[in-house]
C-alpha cells in the first residue's frame, strides 16, 4: 500500500517506539499533523517552538529516549536553533522535524522559507533536506540511529511539502548503513593496560566525570572503580548525579564555581581520569595552569575530545562504560592492596581543603539566601527530585546545593547556557518521569523567557514546580558587575517584573511567595502537595553572589571567596 | 599539560565525501566555525560517482592538523581523511596565465613555456594564454619570470594530490573505504 510523505512521518515515529512529540503546527507540515490525530502519538502543543526543542530535550535526558519536536518552515523553524545548539553543545539525542516549502519554491524567497538545514549545519550532528519521499523512510531511520547512536547530538529532518504529499510505498528499514559513520565502542585493550598501569602507580588521582558518563549510562562502573581504588570523585556541570553526590568520595562539582575542594585536588592531582568529559573552558580555567602535575587519562567516544585542549598521556576512544568495565576487570588482578589506607593521605589533604573553604553562605536576618532556598528544596524532596534550571546563579546554586545521588536527575544547559531552559526542560522531563517530583530551580530574570511555556504546563496537566529565586536582577552578570566594574550595574536591575503569583494564577496555575526565611519550607511543602503547576516566587536577597568563583584567566586553583 | 603551539607546518589532506549537495559546505563551515585555515581546495568526482575528492591544503600545528583530520572524520558524509604529511606522494597545481605577447617578447615567451615544459592554449596578437602544471614552487617560479613581460590575468587551481603507490602492489582503487 502506498503512504504519503506525511504518513510516513507518522508511521515512521511509530516504528521508532516514540510516544511524545512537542510542536507547533504550521501551513507546510499541516499534513503531518492531520495525520498525527489520527495515530497513538501524543502530541504536546506549545506555546513557542523554542519550548518544543528544550522539552524534547528535557524528556530525552529525564528518559533516556530521543526527544522529538515538529515545527513548521521559516520562522517556525529559525525558532528551534537554539534549543538544537544547545542539544548539540550537551550532546543530547533529539531529532527536529521542520517543514519546507515545496521542492520547487525552495530558494524561490517563498513565503516562510528559510535555509533550516544550512543554517543548522554547525550545530546538528547531522541534518537533511528530504527531497524524494522516496528517500523518507531510510532518513528518519538514519535520523534516530544517529541522534542516539555514538556521541549523541541532534538531527534536523527539514521536509518540503510536496515530499509529504507525495505517495511511495513504505517499507521502514531494519538497519542503517551508512558506510562512513562507524563510532567506536570498544575500547584498546592496550591502552587499558597503560591506563591501569598508570592508575597503579597513583598516589593522588582524581576522577573527573562529564556528561558522557551519563550519556555511557557507567554510573555503576564508575562507582567500581573509585571504591576499589577509593579514588576520589568529582563531576562536570553535565556530569552532576553520575557519582553520588552524598558518598564519601564525592568531591561534588569542579570549575568556574565549583567547589575549593574538588578544584585543589585536580590542581594537585597526580593522575587525573576523565570520564567522558571534554576540558570545557569553565573547568579548566587557565589552560595552561590546569593540572599541572597530572598525568592525564581520557576517555571519550568521540575521538575530537581527545587533545583538543589539553595534552593527554593515555588517550581512550571508546564507549566510557566499555572502557571502565575493562579497566575495573583489569584492576582485580592486582595482588590485594588495601588501598583505602594507601589513600589516607591524599582523602586527609583533601578533607583539609574541604574543612577549611567549605560551601557556605549565612542565613540570618529577615532576608531569605537563595541558597537556603535550594538547600531547603534538597532537604524537602529528600535529594529525590529531577531539578532542571536556567542559567546563571540559579543553576549554580543549584549545582553546589542539591546533592544528587541519582543519574539523569540534574538537567541544565552546560554548554551552550540557555537563560529559558529549564523550565521547557521541566516539562519535557516531567512528561518522561510522570511518577517523579519535577522542579524548575530558575531566576526572575530566566524564567521569562520561556515563560509561555505555562500554558503548555496547564493544557497537558504537567506538575512541574517552579522556584523562582527572585532578586530582580541577572544576578550572574551583575556579581561580575559588583566584582570587576566596581559595582556599575548596567541593564542588569530588572524593572517591571510581573507579579509571579498573579501570573500563575492568570495562567491557571497555583503561585505561592515566600518573603520571609521561616515561609521558604512551607512553601515547598505545600507546592509538592499541590498535583498541578506551581510558581514559587521567592523573594531572596538581592545582591547574593556565587562562591567560589574562579576569575577568568585564572588557575582553578586560584579561587576567590565571596562573601 | 597544555598543547604545543608552534609548529605551523603545511599540510596536503585528502577528504573522501559522500557525493551530494551541501557536503562542501559542511566542509568548509568546519574550517570557518573553527577557526581552521584553508590555503587552497580542489573537489571533483572521483571514478565512483558517488564519491568526490576533496584536496584540501591548511596549515597549522600539529595538534591543529590532528583535531582537523577527527573533525573531519565526524561529519558524517566524511568516508576518509588522509594526511600526505610525511608520506610519499604527488601533488600538482595548475595555472592559466594570460600574459602580454609582443613582437620583442613573443620569443622570449615561447623560450620559457619550453623550459617549463608548459603550452601555449590560446594566442592573439596581443597576448598568450599559457597552461602550466606542477608543484606551486614550479608555478611560483614561472609567474616570477612572466611577470617581468606583463601577466595581465591569472587563473589558478589549488592542489590535487595522490600518494605514490608501492612500486609492487596492486593500484588501490579509489573511493573504497578502508
Redesign the interface.
Known amino acids: 500500500m502506498k503512504l504519503s510523505g506525511a504518513e510516513i512521518v507518522v508511521e515512521s515515529l511509530i516504528q521508532e517506539g516514540v510516544k511524545f512529540v512537542f510542536g507547533y503546527p504550521g501551513a507546510v507540515i499541516t499534513d503531518i499533523y492531520d495525520c498525527l490525530e489520527k495515530r497513538p502519538v501524543r502530541h504536546v502543543l506549545v506555546r513557542h517552538e523554542q519550548g518544543a526543542v528544550h522539552m524534547a530535550d528535557g524528556y530525552a535526558r529525564a528518559s533516556g529516549q530521543v526527544g522529538v519536536c515538529l515545527v513548521t518552515s521559516g520562522p517556525g523553524a529559525t525558532n528551534t536553533v537554539t534549543g538544537i545548539a544547545s542539544a548539540y553543545m550537551d550532546s543530547i539525542p533529539i531529532v527536529v522535524f521542520t517543514g519546507q516549502v515545496p521542492t520547487e519554491l525552495i530558494g524561490n524567497d517563498a513565503f516562510q522559507e528559510v535555509d533550516i538545514?544550512?543554517i543548522t549545519?554547525?550545530c546538528t550532528?547531522?541534518n537533511y533536506?528530504v527531497k524524494r519521499v522516496e528517500d523518507l523512510a531510510r532518513v528518519i531511520k538514519e535520523a534516530f540511529y544517529?541522534a542516539r547512536s555514538g556521541r549523541p547530538g541532534p538531527i534536523l529532518v527539514d521536509l518540503p511539502k510536496d515530499v509529504l504529499k507525495a505517495q511511495t510505498e513504505f517499507k521502514y528499514p531494519k538497519k542503517v548503513e551508512?558506510?562512513?559513520?562507524r563510532p567506536t565502542y570498544n575500547a584498546h585493550p592496550g591502552q587499558i593496560e597503560k591506563a591501569a598501569a598508570l592508575l597503579q602507580k597513583a598516589r593522588k588521582p582524581v576522577i573527573y566525570a562529564g556528561g558522557g558518563a551519563l550519556a555511557s549510562r557507567c554510573s555503576p562502573e564508575i562507582r567500581t572503580l573509585a571504591e576499589a581504588l577509593s579514588i576520589p570523585v568529582t563531576s562536570t556541570l553535565m556530569g552532576l548525579g553520575c557519582f553520588p553526590g552524598t558518598h564519601p568520595l564525592s568531591l561534588g562539582m569542579l570549575g568556574m564555581h565549583g567547589t575549593y575542594w574538588a578544584n585543589m585536588a585536580v590542581g594537585h592531582c597526580d593522575v587525573l581520569i576523565a570520564v567522558g568529559a571534554r576540558f570545557d573552558d569553565r573547568v579548566t580555567g587557565n589552560?595552561?595552569r590546569?593540572?599541572?602535575e597530572?598525568r592525564?587519562i581520557h576517555i571519550d567516544i568521540?575521538?575530537?575530545s581527545i587533545?583538543?585542549?589539553?595534552?593527554?598521556e593515555v588517550p581512550i576512544v571508546g564507549d566510557c562504560k566499555d572502557a571502565l568495565t575493562k579497566l575495573n576487570q583489569r584492576i582485580q588482578q592486582w595482588a590485594a592492596q588495601d588501598w583505602s589506607k594507601m589513600r589516607q593521605p591524599w582523602l586527609e589533604t583533601i578533607r583539609e581543603w574541604q574543612t577549611s573553604h567549605p560551601l557556605t553562605y549565612r542565613q540570618e536576618g529577615e532576608e531569605i539566601k537563595p541558597q537556603f532556598v535550594v538547600e531547603k528544596i534538597y532537604e524537602v524532596t529528600r535529594g529525590q527530585a529531577i531539578i532542571t534550571t536556567e542559567v546563571g546563579q540559579n543553576q549554580m546554586w543549584a549545582a553546589q546545593f542539591y546533592k544528587f545521588d541519582r543519574p539523569h536527575s540534574f538537567i541544565t544547559s552546560g554548554g551552550l547556557g540557555v537563560m529559558g531552559y529549564g523550565f521547557p526542560a521541566a516539562i519535557g522531563a516531567q512528561i518522561a518521569c510522570p511518577e517523579r517530583m519535577v522542579i524548575d530551580i530558575a531566576g526572575d530574570g530566566s524564567i521569562q523567557m520561556n515563560i509561555q511555556e505555562m500554558a503548555t504546563a496547564v493544557a497537558n496537566n504537567v506538575p512541574v514546580k517552579i522556584a523562582i529565586l527572585n532578586n530582580g536582577y541577572l544576578g550572574m552578570v551583575r556579581q561580575v558587575q559588583e566584582l570587576f566594574y566596581g559595582k556599575r550595574y548596567a541593564q542588569t536591575a530588572l524593572s517591571g517584573n510581573p507579579d509571579f503569583v498573579k501570573l500563575a494564577e492568570a495562567y491557571g496555575a497555583v503561585g505561592l511567595r515566600a518573603s520571609r526565611p521561616e515561609e521558604v519550607v512551607p512553601v515547598i511543602k505545600k507546592a509538592l502537595s499541590i498535583p498541578r503547576t506551581v510558581i514559587m516566587d521567592f523573594v531572596v536577597c538581592a545582591e547574593e553572589c556565587v562562591s567560589p568563583m574562579v576569575p577568568a584567566g585564572a588557575a582553578m586553583t586560584e579561587m576567590l571567596l565571596v562573601s | 599539560m597544555t598543547m604545543e603551539n608552534n609548529l605551523n607546518q603545511k599540510h596536503t589532506l585528502s577528504v573522501l565525501v559522500d557525493n551530494e549537495p551541501g557536503v562542501l559546505s559542511r566542509v568548509t563551515g568546519l574550517f570557518s566555525g573553527r577557526g581552521f585555515n584553508i590555503e587552497s581546495l580542489c573537489v571533483a568526482e572521483t571514478m565512483d560517482p558517488q564519491v568526490s575528492r576533496i584536496t584540501l591544503v591548511t596549515r597549522g600545528s600539529e595538534q591543529i592538523v590532528e583535531q582537523i583530520t577527527k573533525q573531519l572524520n565526524k561529519l558524517i558524509n566524511v568516508i576518509k581523511v588522509i594526511d600526505f604529511t610525511g608520506t610519499e606522494f604527488v601533488e600538482r597545481e595548475m595555472a592559466l596565465i594570460k600574459v602580454r605577447a609582443e613582437a620583442s617578447t613573443r620569443a622570449e615567451i615561447l623560450r620559457t613555456v619550453d623550459i617549463f615544459r608548459c603550452k601555449v592554449v590560446d594566442v592573439s596578437l596581443q597576448d598568450y594564454t599559457i597552461e602550466v602544471t606542477g608543484t606551486a614552487g614550479k608555478i611560483e617560479a614561472l609567474l616570477t619570470l612572466l611577470s617581468h613581460l606583463g601577466i595581465k590575468e591569472i587563473a589558478r587551481t589549488g592542489a590535487i594530490a595522490l600518494g605514490r603507490s608501492k612500486k609492487e602492489g596492486p593500484l588501490k582503487r579509489e573511493g573504497v573505504k578502508e
Do not use: C, Q
Open positions: 538545514v544550512g549545519r554547525p550532528k547531522h533536506l544517529l551508512l558506510k562512513s559513520y589552560v595552561e590546569f593540572a599541572p597530572a592525564i568521540d575521538p575530537t587533545r583538543k585542549s589539553v595534552n593527554v
